[in-house]
């Protein structure tokens, strides 16, 4: 069972940066493709960003593009989201979610993740 650790969530000032991580315990994750996910309180969760299997292809959703940045390293089995210039609106659980894959490419797509992490709180507020 691929079991994903997920950190780096907090508390931060509009404008202020936060990076996550997500990490593996176990399986290696270079056969898998990772995506970022995040559910805003009364709202359904919704695709942030993902990854392909060996990170030469991203997807990021149009309300995150040009700030949040996506990046993978295998030899560590983790993924990263880089956050910058968060508004308050970016405040949500953020969750981690793995799909094993043969294909080079990733879907930011709810469903088409087998394995999720826990999640973690980011809160943008002054």
């Known amino acids: 069972q691929l079991q994903l650790v997920e950190s780096g969530g907090g508390l931060v000032q509009p404008g202020g940066s936060l990076r996550l991580s997500c990490a593996s315990s176990?399986?290696?994750?270079?056969?898998?493709?990772l995506g970022w996910f995040r559910q805003a309180p009364g709202k359904e969760r919704e695709a942030v960003s993902c990854?392909?299997?060996?990170?030469?292809?991203?997807n990021y959703a149009e309300s995150v593009k040009g700030r949040f940045t996506i990046s993978r390293d295998n030899a560590k089995k983790a993924v990263y989201l880089q956050m910058n210039s968060l508004k308050p609106e970016d405040t949500a659980v953020y969750y981690c979610?793995?799909?094993?894959?043969?294909?080079?490419?990733?879907?930011?797509?709810?469903?088409?993740?087998?394995?999720w992490g826990q999640g973690t709180q980011v809160t943008v507020s002054s």
């Open positions: 979610a793995a799909v094993r894959t043969d294909r080079a490419d990733c879907a930011p797509s709810t469903n088409g993740y087998d394995y």
């Open positions: 176990g399986f290696t994750l270079d056969h898998y493709a």
């Open positions: 990854i392909g299997r060996s990170g030469g292809v991203t």
